[in-house]
């Protein structure tokens, strides 16, 4: 199995621009969830979904951030207009999510740098 | 506010001694913990894992305890190995009674493991 894979691993764009991160999830696997890591915050969980329906969005930062699961296996973050402040580590993570306790697996991540 | 805290930034600790790595969490609501294990340029990877209903959970040479009282856990690693040298990240979850639910991180504690 080929894990989580994310898209682009590397993303340079100027503040005002469109910005779409993608995530492919592990096959089998229902649960989807997108993380944030900055020096200030850490780790910071911004949303998931479970079987396609977003369960909790509440740590999404503001209107700019959208999220969406097209399909079972895909995902796509997207930040309009993108800001300085949006630069980060951006991780996708996915599990079987049946039990409410399984291991989430996380990909690579995106590094999102905003001048 | 910090719902999870690992208040160390930094540990060095000579190979084959034991490295203690601590973790504060201020949540009664939480009832699953784990340690997460980074690497520079990957995505995290699951460590081990405990449940509320348990103190302790081993698994090789990781350890992890939990005072739910004093609201903190520890991992222990030993003997300590240049290959576990890495950011090491305490999470905790709360389970929302069906599905797969989010993980609230700690900002994570260098491990510098000394030859």
């Known amino acids: 199995d080929a894990g989580v894979i994310q898209s682009p691993r590397h993303e340079v764009t100027e503040m005002g621009q469109e910005v779409t991160l993608r995530c492919k999830l592990i096959?089998?696997?229902?649960?989807l969830f997108w993380y944030r890591q900055t020096m200030m915050r850490g780790l910071e969980l911004l949303i998931y979904f479970n079987n396609n329906v977003p369960i909790d969005d509440s740590g999404m930062p503001e209107d700019r951030f959208s999220a969406k699961m097209p399909n079972a296996s895909f995902s796509t973050l997207k930040i309009q207009p993108s800001e300085p402040r949006d630069s980060a580590v951006y991780f996708c993570a996915s599990s079987s999510g049946d039990r409410g306790r399984d291991t989430q697996y996380f990909g690579p991540g995106t590094r999102l740098t905003v001048l | 506010d910090q719902q999870v805290k690992q208040n160390s930034p930094s540990l060095s600790v000579q190979e084959g001694r034991i490295s203690i790595l601590n973790c504060d969490y201020t949540?009664?609501?939480?009832?699953?913990f784990l340690w997460y294990k980074k690497y520079p340029a990957e995505g995290p990877t699951f460590l081990i894992s405990?449940?509320?209903?348990?103190d302790k959970n081993e698994d090789g040479r990781f350890t992890v305890f939990l005072n739910k009282s004093a609201k903190h856990l520890s991992l222990h690693i030993v003997p300590s190995q240049p290959g576990d040298s890495a950011v090491y990240f305490c999470?905790?979850?709360?389970?929302?009674?069906?599905?797969?639910?989010?993980?609230?991180f700690g900002k994570g504690t260098h491990l510098i493991i000394q030859p």
């Open positions: 096959s089998g696997h229902n649960s």
């Open positions: 405990i449940s509320s209903i348990k």
């Open positions: 999470a905790a979850s709360a389970n929302s009674g069906g599905g797969a639910d989010g993980l609230t």
């Open positions: 949540n009664s609501m939480f009832d699953y």
